[in-house]
C-alpha cells in the first residue's frame, strides 16, 4: 500500500479521470484531480503532492508547458506522464521538460502502480536526513554515500528523482567513467519502452543544472559518463 500517498491526476477526459481516481483510492492512495493547465498548476503550487500524473493534451495550458513552469519555480514533485502521444520523440520532449517518467495510452494499472512507486522510492532518497558518515567531494559537490544526499556549495542539489540516480551513479567510483548501459539500467530500471537516448536527456539536464559550479558532466567516447572538477583558469 502507498500509506496515504498525496497523488495529483491531471487529465482532461472526465470519464478517465473519474474511473483513474477511484480506481487508484482503491488501491490506498489519496487522489485529487484537475481538468486543465491552469488549475493543475495552481493545486501544484499550493498542496505540493508526493507524485503527479500529467496528460499532455490538456486545455488552457498543455502538460509540458505546465510541467516546464512547475519546474521553473522549484517543483520537484516527481512526475509521471500519461498519454496517448506515445512516440520516442514525444518521450524525450516531455523528458527534456522535467517529467521523470512516461507511460503511453492505453496501460495496465498495475504496471502505472509499479511506476509510481519506482518514482516515490527515488524521490524520497534526496529527502534522506543528513549523516556524518563517508561522503565523497569533488569540488563544490559533497556526496553523503549512506544518505544519498547531495550537495552544491553547502546547499541541497535540487534534482529530480532521474538526475539524482544519475549522480548517485556518477559519485559512487569518483574519477572513473560510468557506461552509458550501466546508466539507463539504473536510471530507467525495468524500462524497455524508453530509448537509450533518454539517458543524454537526463545528462544535459544534469549539465545545465552544473553550469557555473566549477563541475563538468563530461562524455568519454567510448566509456561513457564522468564527473569532474573543472581546471583552474
Not at 516515490?120 to 561522503?135: D, V
Request: aromatic letters at 6%; proline letters at 4%; one cysteine or more.
Amino acid at each position: 500500500m502507498f500509506c496515504a500517498m498525496q497523488l495529483l491526476l491531471v487529465e482532461d477526459d472526465s470519464a478517465m479521470r473519474t474511473t483513474l481516481q477511484r480506481t487508484l483510492m482503491r488501491r490506498g492512495l489519496h487522489v485529487e484531480v484537475a481538468a486543465d493547465g491552469p488549475s493543475a498548476l495552481a493545486h501544484w503550487q499550493t498542496r505540493e503532492p508526493d507524485a503527479v500524473i500529467l496528460d499532455l493534451s490538456l486545455p488552457g495550458l498543455d502538460g509540458l508547458q505546465v510541467l516546464e513552469r512547475a519546474r521553473a519555480q522549484g517543483l520537484r514533485t516527481p512526475v509521471l506522464i500519461l498519454t496517448a502521444r506515445g512516440t520516442v520523440g514525444d518521450r524525450v520532449l516531455g523528458l527534456n521538460a522535467g517529467a521523470d517518467d512516461y507511460l503511453a495510452k492505453p496501460f495496465d494499472l498495475d504496471e502505472l502502480e509499479a511506476r509510481l512507486r519506482a518514482l516515490l522510492r527515488r524521490s524520497q532518497e534526496s529527502f534522506t536526513p543528513k549523516s556524518a558518515t563517508e561522503a565523497i567531494q569533488i569540488g563544490a559537490l559533497r556526496y553523503e554515500k549512506e544518505s544519498g544526499a547531495i550537495y552544491l556549495n553547502e546547499k541541497i542539489f535540487e534534482l529530480t528523482p532521474r538526475e539524482l540516480a544519475m549522480m548517485h551513479a556518477l559519485l559512487a567510483r569518483p574519477g572513473h567513467a560510468v557506461a552509458k548501459e550501466r546508466l539507463f539500467s539504473l536510471v530507467f530500471p525495468g524500462e524497455s519502452d524508453v530509448q537509450y537516448e533518454a539517458v543524454e536527456v537526463v545528462a544535459y539536464r544534469l549539465r545545465k543544472k552544473l553550469a557555473g559550479s566549477g563541475l563538468q558532466l563530461v562524455t568519454l567516447r567510448g566509456l561513457g559518463y564522468l564527473i569532474k572538477a573543472e581546471a583552474a583558469a
